[in-house]
């Protein structure tokens, strides 16, 4: 009797983790149709990134992300549910099955991708860390650092690039440990160090908000690569290819000169053939991929190609004033380049 | 006075001299100044130090204060207007941010045409306290139930509440206080009833939940009842198990069915719409109801001659004790979805309620044994002489007594679970203090807001604190029973 108690308690347990791992792994996109609702994890508040207005709107450079993946998905760029995370919890909320997707201006490394399980999905935003000084400080370039203190924010990737950094340049700094941008921010401006360094994009944004702008400048040095991806668990390669093949969608868009004004012109009449098949014209690619043929166009009508979507949230014309950079298409000189649609 | 000595006087007083004040020295603010500041030379260094300090802080925050900016919208415009108003370089608060996020400060994502909702379950929880709180004082009850109806009243109004609920506030509120005049016990009625009505109005949704969780906990009173004459420990187990089962098996299906039959639903809002003070009383409130019960059963646990009972006490609560709440947090967020099956939608506030329930209770034992600790032996066997069993002999002499020597340790505990509720923000709920703060800033046009944020946040958490610690401090002298 005692026996059967208990192997009937490790069949449960056993079965009840196999069950959970399942889920995990299982067909979300399944989940997300049946739910009618796509889970999106997204940062607690980034500048440009994400962030939600004074009536709870979420919106933001990663939160369109999560829109043209709901439009795609359901049809219905609204039909998103925003999961903050925090930088402890975002890895294992994607992981448990918490979010379906994780659009938090996450960098793409390697243990993170083999590691921890995930699958990065392609780069939606190449950031780099940077150094933001005082002008009257004299510096005017991350060579002539050496021995100052510097504002770091602690348990992220920024943190040991730094020491990465200035060991590599046979530099000392001192580091005064902040929690959040905001300290950091206030820590600087009260001169508790000589220098801030985050990723470029966010020093780009404190400075912006400063009352004295003209009296920082950003060195030129970017002494990391950062590349944010979104990312989706690893083993379910449908949920992956859909994902992937949105933000493709996003950045083709945006090649091929399809904009969020003229994209319904362009469905019906467009003599670009590589667009046709975007837009499902001519090639019914959604069904490759588990969704109906407007897939793509939806995605790109929630909120406009990457380039619309990047001018919108973090571009020049925003207080932000983001260059594009890195992030300009490759026949731009950027390192955007997306795959065919074929 | 007479006219007899009129000639043969030379000087008569005719009025009294009038009754001259004290030297000032012996008076007022001076002797006061006097006996209490410079008392002496350590004293009055000690005085002069403070006032240097004052001077200090005061010197350096005046001007930041007096330029206060209410109207803007953004932290730009704040300063602009700063440097028009008092100079370029000047420095000034922008309690602008306030002003334009203050919903997000209390009430996180919560809809916005559903405020009035938070608004009256506050509300009533005031009428649901107040009977429990003030039990033996008439007057103070009368107030607090008529300043708590007629501030939910006018807030709710203000919140464009429809009239339907409106009118439906008015009742209970002025039903409370007609009833509180009449029959006060009938108000412990409302505070049994106040966690479903409570939990009802927060996340909306259908009602019949709350209709069968009553029935069902209705016949398991029942299935006591009936078995109570036959043996009374049977009967309690019998009557806890048939509510356990029905919860278990009953409750969903049989609500879902009735809502089916007669819907009886408001518009339903999920937890993660919950933020700001809302979360932080909601969890505060839940949690400090649940620990005391938990608290009080571990201590006496604790206590516990029985074996089993006494380890199984020492190992949870020195357990919890040794583990930082931010980890049973993060256990609560994390850990507990790898072990749930698949699509189990376990509420997250529930689960953080759960967690920091726990979390206080363990506390709360050991407050409460130490109350326990404290009586003397003679209590105990006094206890024992009249015949009491042991659940009467806690209930009307250990525990009365006990449990008002720790008072102060009890509400200590309290206050700094209330507090403590600030560290949801770690497990991606938007708490007040940061959480809230986070995304404001994320917003551009208040970032490089820093501290006007957090005095707003610390003065509410303040006022509530402190409204506790005096709470206690009234307790204390009301069942203050040595004649000192």
Known sequence: MKKSVLLGTVAATAAFIGGAAMAAEGDTLKAVKARGELICGVNTGLVGFAAPDASGNWAGFDVAICKAVAAAVLGDPAKVKYVPTTGQTRFTALSSGEVDVLARNSTYTFSRDTDLKLDFIGVNYYDGQGFMVRKDLGVTSAKELDGATICIQTGTTTELNLADYFKANNMSYQPVNIDSNAEGEQQYMAGACDAYTTDASGL??????????????????????????????????????????????????????????????????????????????????????????????????????YGEIFAKTIGEETPIGLARGLNAQWTQGGLLYAPPFR | ??????????????????????????????RWLRENLFSGPVNTILTLLGLAIIWFLVSHFWDW???????????????????????EGARGA??????????????????????????????????????????ESLQIRRIVLIVSAVLTLVLMAMLGSPMVWLAFAAVVMIGAVVIAERHAPWLLIFSVLYPLLGIWLLWGGSLWPQIMVLA????????????????????????????????????????????????????????????????????????????????????????????????????????????????????????????????TNFDIILRVIIMVTIFAAAYMAEVIRGGLAALPRGQYEAADALGLDYWKAQRLIILPQALKISIP??????????????LVVFVGLFDPLKGVSDFVRANFAWKGVYWEPFIFVGAIFFIICFSMSRYSMFLERRLRREHR
């Not at chain 1, 003209?214 to 989706?232: F, R, Y």
Request: glycine content about 8%; some cysteine.
């Open chain 2, 409 to 422: 340790g009890i509400v200590s505990t309290f206050i700094g679970m209330f507090k403590d509720t600030t």
């Open chain 1, 204 to 305: 780009a944004a404190t400075r912006a908000a400063f009352a004295d702008p003209e009296n920082h400048i950003i060195l030129p040095e970017i002494i990391s690569k950062e590349p944010l991806a979104p990312a989706v668990r690893h083993g379910d390669n449908n949920w992956g290819d859909i994902v992937r093949w949105t933000l493709n969608a996003l950045i083709a868009a945006e090649e091929y000169g399809v904009t969020s004004a003229n994209i319904e012109e362009l469905a019906t009449n467009s003599e670009n053939p590589e667009v046709q098949r975007l837009l499902g014209a001519s090639d019914d690619l959604g069904k490759m991929i588990g969704l109906d043929k407007d897939w793509a166009k939806n995605a790109i009508k929630a909120s406009g190609n």
């Open chain 2, 1 to 30: 006075m007479s006219e007899l000595h009129a000639q043969t006087v030379s000087f008569v007083r005719e009025t009294m001299i009038p009754p001259a004040p004290p030297p000032t020295r012996q008076t007022g603010a001076l």
């Open chain 2, 94 to 135: 922008c309690w602008a941010v306030i002003r334009e996020r203050w919903n997000q400060y209390l009430f996180g994502f919560y809809p916005m045409e559903l405020y009035f909702r938070p608004v009256m379950a506050f509300g009533f929880l005031m009428v649901a306290l107040a009977p429990v709180l003030f039990s």
């Open chain 2, 65 to 87: 204060f007096a330029h206060s900016v209410w109207n803007a919208a953004s932290l730009a415009e704040c300063r602009q207007i700063i440097a028009e108003t008092w100079g």
């Open chain 2, 216 to 343: 069902s906990i209705g016949l398991g009173w029942l299935a006591w009842k009936l078995l109570v004459r036959v043996s009374p420990l049977l009967a309690m187990v019998a009557g806890v198990l048939v509510t356990l089962i029905l919860w278990l098996v009953a409750v969903g299906p049989a609500a879902e069915d009735a809502q089916r039959l007669i819907p009886l639903a408001i518009t339903a809002v999920d937890s993660d719409q919950f933020g700001g003070f809302l979360l932080s009383i909601t969890i505060g409130v839940a949690g400090i109801a649940l620990s005391l019960p938990l608290g009080i059963i571990l201590a006496l646990a604790r206590r516990s001659d029985m074996f089993l009972v006494h380890t199984l006490a020492v190992t949870f609560i020195e357990f919890i004790r040794g583990v930082p709440l931010i980890t049973l947090l993060f256990v609560a967020s994390l850990l507990l979805n790898y072990f749930l099956p698949p699509g």
